[in-house]
């Protein structure tokens, strides 16, 4: 039967997995490591995605060549750990529970039933995820694992902080940060319990004792432990509470700093940061950009914390206040939403939350503020800055084409009021005495390469379409490392740079005296001094001369239409 119960499983978390459409092959210095390794490099790469997705995809794969439904429940968690989404990790979080129900594991099935808390904790789902923590709780119980039940109480007290019931969170917490101090002090797990205790503490308005747990952790810790930034912001916290505000400033800033990648700690630092100006400086111009950004990621991530609320009663009075009569309506449709939102999830409000925007509060200032907005001819405003818009793009449009088409006029004089020359040989004299002679290659082979040059543009050789360093350096009899370097140096620019200043220079001065090249095509004209498509002439001329061949052109015939 369990032999059964396990091809089931098999069959149905091969199909999840395949979900991603790709054949997993195992690295072949993974196929002989054994699953204890490949736990222990699961374990130590939690924080390398990239990484623990292969350690995961060997465990698993090999996992299930194993009779063995311990080892396929850790191949699922690992699965389940690193799926693409929420659904499939919640549905291989069912298969390992469902193979280890009936069993008598130490960690299973209580590690699928907290896997699943953590998922629904993370969603706002907060019954669901204290749900499945309590069947966590019962399996661990059973088994006997004391650590996972320490673990579980504190998934337990997370919950309840989240649920607004700080009070009943903090024996639970204290009861973990003692664990993890006698037995494992300085580790992530101690120092973790350390800042949910700060954490509390801040939120029943004991910034005192919140002070005792962070300076006990940041004494120890450096700055790149990970924690650090955390503990960073919870004491800014702790100092707006002790209304000690440009310390708090400081000490916000600099989290603030360091969680660009944790939004919603990110946008906690930013409301903070508003308050200590709205109370402080009772700047509300100020502050309301600070709670403005927090409303900004919160649409960006669909995240939220009770602790966030208050943002919203400060937008709602302060719009208010400026009587910007739009925002105060979208602010308060955003704190209904939110609202709503606690409710779904039976989350207590604390004491001091401000209860003067219950909902039905809410709702009667909303309906005040449509019949306001209603009463107001916005479309006149509208109309008059479309209107206004329209003439400010249109003056744009006529000054920008003005000035395009006088710079275009003044590149054109200066093409044509240069004199027409064909392109004259460097003098290797004068370019000895003005510049220090390569040194990487022999004299003699430099001055012979530079009168091999002369005579190649004197003969007007670059015109050769489709000519490559290779092909010239074979005429030259030199290599084509030589030749690259002589021309790098001595002409200071690139092969293909000094080629096609040689080919533009000489069409301009086609162009301007040959009436015939002028009624060519631009891919002819291409063709006719080297280059294999009208693109690549079109950008060397423009490079060169800062104007279209086709413009050029153009204006050499209206001018002598004149």
């Known amino acids: 039967m369990k032999n059964s119960i396990i091809i089931i499983l098999l069959l149905i978390t091969t199909t999840l997995f395949s979900q991603k459409k790709e054949n997993f092959i195992i690295p072949d210095s993974l196929k002989k490591m054994s699953f204890e390794d490949l736990e222990k490099r699961f374990d130590n790469s939690l924080f390398n995605k990239k990484i623990l997705a292969i350690y995961a995809k060997t465990y698993y794969k090999k996992s299930k060549l194993q009779n063995d439904e311990i080892l396929i429940a850790n191949g699922m968690y690992m699965a389940a750990y690193v799926a693409v989404n929420d659904v499939i990790s919640l549905q291989y979080a069912d298969s390992i529970i469902a193979l280890t129900k009936k069993g008598n594991d130490l960690k299973y099935p209580a590690k699928g039933y907290i896997f699943k808390s953590n998922i629904f904790f993370t969603k706002d789902q907060l019954d669901n995820a204290l749900y499945n923590i309590l069947e966590a709780k019962k399996y661990s119980n059973k088994a006997g694992n004391a650590e996972q039940k320490i673990l579980i109480k504190q998934q337990i007290g997370l919950i309840k902080i989240e649920l607004g019931k700080p009070k009943e969170a903090l024996p639970l917490i204290l009861e973990n940060y003692d664990y993890f101090k006698l037995k494992h002090i300085n580790s992530p797990e101690f120092i973790y319990s350390a800042w949910i205790l700060s954490d509390i503490y801040n939120r029943l308005e004991k910034p005192n004792i919140s002070l005792f747990y962070i300076n006990i952790i940041l004494r120890d810790i450096k700055k790149d432990n990970r924690y650090y930034k955390y503990f960073l912001m919870n004491k800014g916290v702790s100092y707006h509470l002790k209304k000690h505000y440009p310390k708090s400033n400081e000490l916000l800033d600099q989290s603030i700093l360091l969680l660009k990648n944790d939004k919603l700690n990110l946008a906690i630092s930013y409301y ?291």
């Open 272 to 562: 903070y940061r508003g308050e200590n100006v709205l109370q402080g400086e009772k700047n509300i111009l100020k502050s309301k950009q600070y709670f403005e950004k927090v409303d900004s990621i919160l649409i960006t991530t669909d995240e939220f914390t009770t602790l966030l609320r208050n943002n919203y009663i400060n937008l709602i009075q302060i719009t208010k206040k400026l009587k910007e009569d739009k925002q105060q309506l979208y602010y308060l449709n955003r704190l209904i939403e939110i609202d709503k939102r606690l409710n779904n999830n039976n989350i207590v409000l604390s004491e001091n939350i401000n209860h003067n925007y219950d909902t039905p509060l809410l709702l009667s200032e909303k309906e005040k503020v449509i019949v306001k907005i209603n009463q107001e001819k916005y479309i006149y405003i509208i109309i008059g800055f479309i209107v206004f818009a329209g003439l400010v793009f249109s003056l744009y449009c006529l000054v920008k084409t003005k000035r395009e088409k006088q710079l275009y006029e003044k590149r054109f004089r200066e093409l044509m009021e240069q004199p027409i020359n064909e392109v004259i040989p460097d003098n290797i004299i004068a370019e000895e005495n003005k510049t220090k002679l390569f040194v990487d290659l022999p004299i003699v082979i430099v001055k012979e390469l530079l009168i091999k040059l002369a005579i190649f543009e004197e003969e007007h050789g670059y015109l050769e379409l489709n000519l490559k360093l290779n092909d010239l350096s074979k005429r030259l009899n030199t290599n084509s490392s030589y030749l690259s370097k002589t021309i790098n140096h001595y002409k200071g620019k690139n092969f293909t740079q000094y080629l096609n200043d040689l080919r533009i220079t000489y069409i301009i001065n086609k162009l301007k005296v040959d009436k015939k090249i002028r009624k060519y095509t631009i891919k002819a004209i291409a063709e006719e001094v080297g280059f294999s498509n009208s693109e690549s002439f079109a950008k060397a001329f423009f490079n060169k001369t800062g104007l279209q061949p086709s413009y050029f052109i153009k204006k050499i015939e209206d001018n002598n239409e004149i």
